[in-house]
């Protein structure tokens, strides 16, 4: 079987160039557009976008010419959109409506009832709202979200806690400033300096969860009922979302308990090209997870646990422009092709 014409949508930004960094040589999916805006529209990828990756542009992408980002014009079965939420509300459902599967990095249909919102390892079965979603809409095509990059990075090791019969968690974040775009945070404002705000992130944090660790019980998902509190702070590192996590169970689980839900976790995805051969890994060092050493495990895709300590509290981390943004959505794909709706 021949490769998926794929497109990304919003192209020559950060999270646009993660996209193509992770489907350039894909064994699925071909890259087949690159869409952008009218003023990068036209021009060879080489010239329209600025490449701000540690990789090297693909050269065969950089000699690719830049389309508007329309339906019409996108020769795509599947779109990964790093569009601007604004613009995503009406550009991501008129790729629905014109056939295209549409795995979306930004927010704006996340909490929207008959959209799926995936980590694939938490809540593959969330994709038969799929059927649901096109029955209402009329849509030929689909959506789907991968959630907030700091969302990620503690849902993946609550899933296997949700057994002990999870009750609430606090979580406080410290995200790297690529999570804000290469122009996101100036410098004079970040370099030694901590900023306790960042806008909207709360929210996100504080809603996203529930849905995911929720069931989909044949028309609609129904949130798991456990709350969120979190704190989100911006702090001077390049890539990598830092969480202290402090979760309340009804089991009341020790920490050798929790560590071993978490070694044990296997979500059965090992055959998706994207995924790590860990979801989960356990740290055993006293000062481990760290962003400099960790963010590159599995590629990308892993998240990192340690200081697993009664209460239960522990520190997660993971790389927020990959397993955060463009691989969520590229193993959100990978899930789709599985499930036979690529």
């Known amino acids: 079987m021949g490769k998926i014409k794929a497109g990304v949508l919003g192209a020559t930004g950060a999270v646009g160039q993660r996209f193509i960094e992770g489907l350039a040589n894909h064994p699925w999916f071909e890259l087949t557009s690159l869409a952008a ?3 990068s529209a036209g021009k060879k990828y ?22 508007n980002v329309d339906p019409r014009e996108v020769d795509a079965d599947i779109v ?13 459902p008129a790729f629905a409506a014109a056939g295209c599967a549409v795995a979306s990095n930004t927010s704006s249909y ?16 969330h994709l038969d709202i799929i059927k649901v979603q096109r029955e209402k809409r ?4 689909y959506l789907t979200t991968n959630p907030n990059c700091t969302t990620v990075m503690f849902t993946l090791p609550l899933k296997p806690l949700m057994k002990f019969g999870i009750k609430s968690v606090h979580v406080a974040s410290m995200q790297a400033v690529s999570g804000a775009g290469y122009d996101g945070v100036p410098s004079m404002a970040i370099l030694g ?5 960042i806008g909207g992130e709360e929210e996100k944090v504080e809603t996203e969860p529930q849905k995911i660790l929720g069931h989909f019980d044949g028309e609609k998902i129904v949130n798991a009922d456990f709350s969120v509190s979190a704190s989100c702070h911006r702090v001077p590192v390049m890539d990598g979302h830092t969480e202290a996590v402090w979760v309340t169970m009804r089991d009341n689980p020790t920490p050798e308990e929790v560590k071993k839900a978490m070694l044990e976790f296997d979500p059965g995805l090992g055959d998706l090209p994207t995924s790590p ?21 599995g590629n990308g895709m892993s998240v990192s646990v340690g200081r697993i300590r009664s209460g239960i509290r522990f520190i997660c981390m993971g790389h927020n422009t990959v397993r955060g943004a463009a691989g969520a959505s590229i193993l959100n794909a990978e899930l789709l092709v599985k499930k036979g709706l690529l």
């Open 193 to 197: 300096n901590v900023i306790p705000y």
């Open 110 to 125: 996340r909490m929207v009832d008959d959209v799926p919102l995936l980590i694939p390892e938490c809540n593959y079965e």
């Open 46 to 67: 080489s010239v329209a976008a600025k490449w701000r990756l540690e990789s090297e542009m693909p050269a065969e992408i950089g000699e690719m010419t830049v389309v």
């Open 277 to 297: 051969k860990k979801a989960i890994i356990v740290k055993d060092e006293v000062d481990r997870p760290q962003p400099r050493l960790d963010r590159g495990r």
């Open 138 to 141: 009329g849509w030929d095509g």
């Open 80 to 92: 990964f959109s790093a569009l601007p939420a604004a613009d995503a509300m009406t550009v991501e």
């Open 37 to 39: 805006s009218e003023r």
